[in-house]
């Protein structure tokens, strides 16, 4: 028993091949559809990493394994001193976090931070402020009346 094939089916078949060998070709480094697609703008390349990446991460690590840390500029202390670390619920089970860097290594000004956070309270006053005025001027505003379609007789 000879299986037809009718011609939309056929077409739609090769096309939907045609497609998966494309999208598949821009998948490799150098797959054979790749250059053309960039050419003209259909594929993406990766994007070089900023500075600050490059300096902070290793070139090499595809992943973070588990049980590494990543150096980070500690915050110099304050007038008051952290609360104590009182493991609870899961992570009762733990041991108490080390310090990720070195105490002798520089740390980051509070003051710094003080700043952030004033800025950040002053958007926040602003956003607060725009979104006030914006559903004051909702309120006030009268919904329109609905169109008036003349009967179609």
Not at 4 to 18: C, G, R
Not at 33 to 47: H, L
Not at 69 to 91: H, N
């Amino acid at each position: 028993m000879p299986t037809e094939f009718p011609a939309k089916k056929l077409l739609l078949l090769s096309t939907l091949l045609w497609a998966g060998a494309a999208l598949a070709g821009c998948a490799g480094d150098d797959g054979l559809v790749k250059g053309p697609a960039e050419a003209i703008g259909m594929a993406t390349t990766p994007q070089e990493s900023k500075a600050f990446v490059r300096a902070t991460r290793p070139d090499d690590m595809a992943f973070i394994p588990v049980g590494s840390t990543i150096p980070v500029a500690q915050l110099c202390p304050g007038p008051t001193p952290p609360p104590a670390y009182t493991p609870s619920g899961t992570s009762a089970h733990f041991a108490t976090p080390k310090p990720i860097a070195d105490p002798g290594e520089a740390c980051k000004p509070r003051a710094d931070f003080k700043g952030i956070e004033a800025r950040l309270e002053a958007k926040q006053k602003t956003n607060e402020a725009a979104g006030n005025t914006a559903k004051a001027l909702g309120a006030a505003t009268t919904p329109p009346k609905p169109a008036q379609i003349p009967p179609a007789n």
